[in-house]
């Protein structure tokens, strides 16, 4: 029988390159022979870190041009049930900022929401001097509701509200004030009194209720007799103004009863120690302060809270004050306060890279209830 020769004449010839054409192997180069390369844990480690980041900072960046409207019931000692549900729409620390075209994210977060009230605790403008985004703020409040007053009062970064240094442009009082009040908004510079059912809520600033009103009256009526005799306009209307409103404290002071409720309203928060101070004063029927400034601290970790605020009255200098240190409702002896996580975030106040984070823009919608301290 006849067989098919081989055309392997050795075992060698197994190894040529027309048996070895279909093995991947055939031709290796060096890294046949070297070890893999094992990937370097710190690359995956710092991979996990920057997805992780964006997977916070994106979101955050989204939630922040949005509006969040916090509802808070607040306890006021003295407040009868004729104010029982009375709303204060709380606005602080604007910043010059915009939320949608004409601060429609306002509207859209307020939604069917009502108010009785609104009360702007300063920063409103900030340092930029922008009164833009707050003209249209209230514009927007008052066709919401045109009945609810709207009180405002200076943060310590916006532009004085009256100063002489604004005179050569006509009036003594800040353009941005000027805007402000064209537009429906009040000054709060003194108390004023809200009537229901025989019961006055009071809505004052804190420094009102413990001026010398007699030492402060000499010094008043000798600027304005000045004024006067100098035949300056603009300087008349501001030493009148200065009259005008300590005469208006004066009498508000001496209508105040001890069954009235009182709400104090300022820009920086009080300390406990201020409170405390205040309990022999006029200022000692307070049962709630409306405040603002701190906006949270910016940045705030879940559980832990604000990572920074610049305090010299809070321990550590304000390094991790605390969840509920500086926004929020909490109480001082028989005091209620509320400090506004606010809407801006640009302050010279904090590091320049600082930003809100897990502390969204934030509007509160604050329902009085009568307290049983």
């Known amino acids: 029988m006849n067989r098919r020769p081989s055309k392997s004449r050795s075992g060698y010839d197994a190894f040529s390159s027309e048996h070895t054409a279909h093995f991947t192997a055939s031709a290796p180069d060096h890294r046949f ?12 480690i710092l991979l996990l870190i920057v997805l992780a980041l964006l997977l916070i900072l994106v979101p955050n960046f989204v939630i922040n041009q949005f509006v969040c409207v916090s509802r808070v019931s607040a306890p006021i000692r003295g407040l009868t049930e004729a104010f029982e549900g009375y709303t204060i729409l709380h606005i602080s620390d604007l910043k010059g900022a915009l939320f949608g075209s004409d601060q429609q994210l306002v509207r859209f977060a307020l939604g069917n929401s009502s108010f009785d009230a609104v009360v702007m605790t300063g920063d409103m403008v900030s340092s930029r001097g922008n009164a833009q985004p707050l003209y249209a703020l209230i514009e927007l409040l008052r066709g919401l509701n045109p009945d609810a007053p709207i009180y ?10 009256v100063s002489m240094d604004y005179a050569p442009g006509g009036s003594p009082f ?3 004030v000027l805007g402000a009040r064209q537009r429906g908004a009040q000054l709060l510079s003194a108390p004023v009194g809200i009537e229901r059912e025989g019961q006055t809520l009071w809505l004052t600033t804190s420094s009102q209720l413990s001026l010398d009103i007699d030492a402060m009256q000499g010094q008043f009526e000798l600027r304005y007799l000045s004024a006067q005799a100098g035949g300056d306009e603009n300087e008349i209307e501001l030493a009148a103004y200065n009259l005008g409103w300590l005469e208006q404290t004066r009498a508000a002071r001496a209508a105040m009863r001890d069954s009235d409720a009182v709400i104090a309203v300022t820009h920086v928060p009080p300390s406990d120690e201020e409170i405390f101070r205040s309990s022999g ?5 307070v049962g709630l302060v409306l405040c603002g400034h701190d906006l949270g601290g910016l940045i705030r970790l879940p559980v832990i809270g604000p990572v920074f605020v610049p305090s010299q009255s809070l321990p550590r200098y304000g390094l991790f004050p605390g969840a509920d240190a500086i926004s ?8 209620w306060v509320y400090a506004s996580p606010g ?9 320049s890279f600082f930003f ?3 502390n969204p823009p934030t509007i509160t919608l604050l329902s009085l209830t009568p307290s049983a301290l």
């Not at 809407?343 to 590091?351: K, M, Q």
Request: aromatic share 10%.
């Open 33 to 44: 022979f070297e070890p893999r390369r094992r990937s370097r844990p710190g690359r995956r």
């Open 152 to 161: 405002f009062i200076a943060g310590d970064d916006d532009p004085e509200p």
């Open 174 to 176: 800040a353009p941005w």
């Open 281 to 285: 004063t006029p200022s000692g029927q």
């Open 328 to 335: 929020g409702l909490r109480r001082v002896d028989r005091t």
């Open 343 to 351: 809407l801006g975030s640009e302050d010279v106040h904090y590091p």
């Open 356 to 358: 809100r984070l897990f």
